[in-house]
């Protein structure tokens, strides 16, 4: 069954440090998001895209975050300037469907990013 | 602003109990709830429901969604210790999006042989 992949699985970084967590989404799938859990918290939504560009983001999603889709199966958030607070798993996931269907997201095995 | 609550929050059984976990939601524009089981790493997808009263059934596992009391919730039968997991509950929220989910804080399920 395909897979959402992530990479890194876990990421260590100083404080003050970019990084940029890779993801490939499921092939056929159209939208793309972002999410995060602190550790002990619920999972929450940072941003979404599709068709090239943010659909939506969250308040977390500030000018330290952006994402990029840099060829056709890659989907990458970098964090300009890492926080302590950043330290979280980011989790990666895809869906297909059309743009109003109902179709489940596909979760990747996250990346654990410890910021020090 | 939208908002999943699920309980228990921890839940312990022996292998062979059922057990029953709740989602209770408010959300301005309900399109669906969406059943996630979390263990080490991912959440992995279990069931969509859309429509009340109708059951979903997946081996052991079943939901049902009540739309007019505004909660779903998640049967597992006869336990097993690969049960063990964070079950989450989350509703589509803000916009037209499928994918911007809220989620509850989760059941901690514990299966013990």
């Known amino acids: 069954e395909p897979e959402v992949t992530q990479t890194p699985s876990h990421q260590v970084t100083q404080m003050g440090q970019e990084v940029i967590l890779r993801c490939v989404p499921i092939s056929n799938h159209l939208y793309f998001y972002w999410y995060r859990q602190i550790l002990g918290q619920k999972v929450e939504f940072l941003v979404s895209f599709y068709n090239n560009e943010i659909s939506e983001k969250s308040e977390i999603f500030d000018d330290q975050f952006s994402v990029e889709r840099p060829d056709g199966s890659n989907f990458t958030l970098k964090i300009r300037s890492t926080k302590l607070e950043d330290s979280a798993m980011y989790f990666c996931?895809?869906?297909?469907?059309?743009?109003?269907?109902?179709?489940?997201?596909?979760f990747g095995n996250g990346t654990r990013l410890t910021v020090t | 602003e939208d908002k999943v609550v699920q309980s228990p929050l921890s839940l312990v059984v022996h292998e062979g109990d059922t057990v029953t976990l709740n989602c209770s939601y408010e959300v301005t524009n309900f399109r669906s709830l969406l059943w996630y089981k979390q263990e080490k790493k991912a959440p992995t997808f279990l069931f969509m429901l859309t429509s009340s009263g109708i059951e979903k059934k997946s081996g052991r596992l079943s939901s049902i969604l009540d739309k007019k009391e505004l909660f779903s919730i998640l049967n597992i039968t006869a336990t097993q210790t690969g049960d063990s997991a964070i079950y989450l509950c989350?509703?589509?929220?803000?916009?037209?999006?499928?994918?911007?989910?809220?989620f509850g804080q989760g059941t901690i399920l514990t299966v013990h042989p």
């Open positions: 989350a509703v589509p929220s803000g916009g037209t999006s499928y994918g911007k989910l809220t």
């Open positions: 996931a895809s869906r297909g469907g059309q743009p109003v269907g109902n179709s489940p997201l596909h």
